[in-house]
Each structure stands twice: as C-alpha cells, then as structure tokens.
C-alpha cells in the first residue's frame, strides 16, 4: 500500500465531507480508532472534537492511558463519562446479538445524539474497518460500528453523517498506516480490543461484578501473554458455573477462558501452542482471584470459531 498517498487521499475527503463544519470522533484507542483519530486531525485540526467514550466496558486504566497518550501527540481527548448509560442498558441482556444492539444504539443514539447536539458537530469519524463490514453482511456478527452497510441512515437515525476512512483496509494495512503517520509502538502494536470492549468477553449478563472478574482476569492474561507475537489473546468469563475447592470448602465459582491465537488479518485464526508452565502459572494466577476455580485453554481456530466470544 502507498500509505503516503492513501493518507494524502482521505485527508482530502475529510475536508471536502465536513467543509466548513465540525466532526466528532470517539477513540477507543485501538490502532484503528488512533489512525481515524489522526487522519482527522490532519484535515480539520481543531474542528474535530475527539471523545474517549468511559462505558465501563474498558480494560483496567484503558481512560487514563488513551488520554495520556494523544495529549503526547498533541491531541486533546475529551473523557466522556457514559458508565451508568451502558450498564443499564445491558442489564438483563444474555443474548449476544441483544447486547451488542443495546451497546449500538446507547453508544450512536444516546451518547453520540447528545455530543452531536452540544457540539453542533455534523460528521461522526469512524474506525470502520473491511472485515467488520464482511463479518456483519455475512451474518456471522454484528459489529457495533456497522451502520450504513446494514441499510441504517445514520442522518436520519441518529442526526449525523458517518465518515469511515479506513473501510477499504484491514487490520495488517491499519497497522502499516499507523507506523507511516507516526503513532507509537504502545498504539501500533497492540492486540486488536473490539469496540464492545469486555461486553464481548462476558457470556451471559454483564454486571458490575462480572466486568470486575473477567477485567482482572484480562490484566493477568495481558500481562503473561505479552512477550508471545500473538495476534490476539484475552480472557473470558462463560455463563456456566462448576464446583471447586477455596480454603477447605466447596465454592461454585466462575470459570475463565484464556484465548491465544495467531493471524493476520482477523480473517482466519490459529492457536497459538503456549508452553505447559507458562499455561500453569496463567492457570494459578487467575484461579487466585475471588470467585474463579476454574481456568481452560481455548484450542479452536477460526473458523470455525469466531475471535470473540460474544
């Protein structure tokens, strides 16, 4: 790809879509939200408002670094705090297609609908990438991100028009853009985080406790994983339930997946083949926080599985 050209190409876009107006921007701080987030910043500077979206969802201190991080590259982030909206529009929802709907239209309807109408902004930037667009039109999930290819008008649902720079591309493409505008390796080369955040790393209901679980479980896995090369790895927290053993008593406790898996673009998957004491110590870290006694290794490549869980 000739990234100099394809930047130089949507820079323009961007400003011959918004003119003279304002755009909004919500970065999550994946590298597709940070490129989007950059490239918009090329073409309007300070006529784009970028918003970090709190939803509760996020990995342990994900706010604090994303802000932290652009404020270095001399982008202001505006933190958003939405927690209370999200929770309580999961509250209930087991199914996975229910949930991540509900995730939808809170994040386009109500937290975006009510920034659009402060701002006066007129174009949401987003981080939409090709295999979000596959994956959704092919039935196998719905992305939160996927509107018009869907047949969903955003100016007419929700107020605003969708500007998706990076629809054309995958996620090893992103990545290569990243580089060539200058983003750090902290941005660049991490693991892909979904838009739906932890929601999609809880099977079943969502609730304070169960994002507190499945959230310290992440830490461990991110945090012993790290050194892999993998393409992706994350913990999840299943519905199911099993009998163990904590200080000499029965406990029914929760039980945790941790997933490794190596690719390219997000397309087809394979497992990574971790060493046995590495796989122990992530098995013993994680069966030490309150309420997990079980810990399994996911095997299954995509496909047939999915990345996610949810």
Known sequence: MDCKAFVEQQVDAIRRAVGDGLAINALSGGVDSSVVTVLGHRAL?????????????????EPEFVVEAFAGLGIPVQRVNARQE???????????????QAITATFY????????????ARFLLHGTIL???????????????????????????????????????????VRELARHLGLPPGITDRIPF???????????????ERLATVRAATAVVEEELADTQAFQYM???????????????????????????HSIDAREATIVQLP?????RICQRIT???????????????????????
């Open 45 to 61: 500077g300070e006529r784009l408002k970028t918003v970090f979206i709190d939803n509760a969802l996020m990995r342990e201190g």
């Open 86 to 100: 999200f929770l309580g529009a999961l509250a209930g929802l087991t199914d996975p297609e229910e949930k991540r």
């Open 109 to 120: 309807r109500q937290v975006f609908g009510r920034l659009v109408r402060e701002t006066g």
């Open 131 to 173: 295999t979000d667009i596959e994956e959704t039109v092919a039935g196998i999930k719905r992305q939160h991100n996927i509107l018009s290819q869907l047949g969903i008008d955003p100016e007419q649902e929700y107020g605003y028009g969708v500007l998706e720079p990076l629809q054309t591309l995958r996620k090893d493409a």
């Open 194 to 208: 979904p838009g739906p955040a932890l929601a999609t790393r809880i099977v079943g209901e969502v609730t304070p």
């Open 235 to 261: 913990a999840v927290l299943l519905q199911d339930k099993a009998t163990g053993i904590r200080d000499g008593r029965r406990e029914f406790g929760d039980i945790i997946v941790v997933r490794c898996i």
């Open 276 to 280: 046995w004491a590495k796989l122990e």
């Open 288 to 310: 030490a926080l309150p309420g997990v006694n079980r810990c399994l290794y996911d095997l299954t490549p995509k496909p047939p599985a999915t990345i996610e869980y949810v």
